[in-house]
């Protein structure tokens, strides 16, 4: 799989992310929490611009009346429709039938890339 320069670690600090254009695809690299993560910016419910939505965190499991808010800056959600997915694994929160694409992500001496293929 070819492996494209997209960034370095100082242009993305913690909590931030950019839109990017690779062989046509266009792809969010984000940095959560000093780990980066690419997904595609094609939301798979009704093609909105998926990486123009928030990051956010969800409620997790948790008894009946009781709300535990965790997993902060792990989910984007959907600006069209709301839908969430997990930045680390594309995994929508919804369902476990519909994801988006991500792509592994590599740092090496300050450099980020991105590895994207057919």
Request: glycine letters at 10%; hydrophobic letters at 30%.
């Given at each position: 799989m070819p492996i494209y320069p997209v960034a370095t670690t100082e242009e993305l600090p913690a909590g931030t992310y950019k839109i990017i254009q690779i062989n046509g695809s266009?792809?969010?690299?984000?940095?959560?929490?000093?780990?980066?993560?690419?997904?595609?910016?094609?939301?798979?419910?009704?093609?909105?611009?998926?990486c123009k939505g928030i990051v956010c965190g969800t409620t997790l499991d948790s008894e009946v009346y009781e709300f535990i808010y965790g997993r902060d800056q792990e989910i984007l959600r959907c600006p069209w429709?709301?839908?969430?997915?997990?930045?680390?694994?594309?995994?929508?929160?919804?369902?476990?039938?519909?994801?988006?694409?991500?792509?592994?992500?590599?740092?090496?001496?300050?450099q980020i890339s991105i590895s994207v293929g057919k």
């Amino acid at each position: 799989m070819p492996i494209y320069p997209v960034a370095t670690t100082e242009e993305l600090p913690a909590g931030t992310y950019k839109i990017i254009q690779i062989n046509g695809s266009s792809i969010g690299l984000y940095n959560v929490k000093g780990e980066y993560f690419a997904v595609s910016n094609y939301c798979p419910h009704q093609g909105a611009e998926l990486c123009k939505g928030i990051v956010c965190g969800t409620t997790l499991d948790s008894e009946v009346y009781e709300f535990i808010y965790g997993r902060d800056q792990e989910i984007l959600r959907c600006p069209w429709h709301g839908w969430e997915f997990d930045l680390k694994t594309g995994k929508s929160l919804f369902s476990d039938k519909v994801r988006v694409r991500s792509y592994p992500v590599s740092v090496e001496n300050g450099q980020i890339s991105i590895s994207v293929g057919k």
